[in-house]
């Protein structure tokens, strides 16, 4: 049996592993320990299709295998941790459940990804990982001395923003580099020192910051390109 093939999908498995007991972990209240979970699977994310590559074992079955974990670990997880978010600030019955946008349009963006030829080399929509990023980091704000920077009016337009972003027709640079050149990488390069700027400054909460620069690189460079 050639073991090797079965080595990307594992990380893939260990993905969902991760989104499975993050889902545990927010259920019972426990958002910090949820995100953690997210972090871990985003690991495994890059792994398994790094390794994949790597060993040249790339499979059509690892693409959907991809994909499910996905929908658990940056759909659904995500899509919990809003609806406890918003829960802790509403003693309405029924809004915490818009939270559950988050998984829906996960979905539409993961399906839409798996039959979209254009996201080879960049994406179209704000990939799920990085707004499973952006969602989650939300509860280290809200146990921190900046919680009074969110309320439930801040909740909702996050969700429905966000939620909106995953299917957008908007094209999102890719964090691959292309070359050596750093003239094709050039906004991959900026994102890295903001990143590294923010999270010297900002340390864990500079993270929704990074992805809310990430978006705006993108469409800074959407519209050079098109001047250009």
Partial sequence: ???????????????????CVGVTL??????????????????????????????KVSSPIGKELDSLADMVTFGVLPGLIMFELLSAYTVHFIMPYVG??????SALRLAKF???????????????????LFISSIAFITSSEYRDLINFDILISITVIFSLLLVAPVELFSLKLKSMNWKENIFQILLLVISVILILVFKIFAIPIIIVAYIALSLIKNVTKTIL
């Fill in 114 to 132: 798996n039959i979209d030829d254009r996201q080879q080399s960049v994406f179209i929509g704000l990939p799920t990982p990085a707004n499973a």
């Fill in 1 to 19: 049996m050639n073991i090797k093939k079965h080595i990307p999908n594992t990380l893939t498995a260990s993905n969902l592993a991760c989104g």
């Fill in 26 to 55: 927010a259920a019972n209240g426990e958002l910090i320990f949820a995100t953690y979970m997210i972090w871990a699977a985003l690991i495994f994310d890059f792994l398994d299709g790094f390794v994949a590559r790597l060993l």
């Fill in 100 to 105: 559950f946008m988050i998984a829906v349009f």
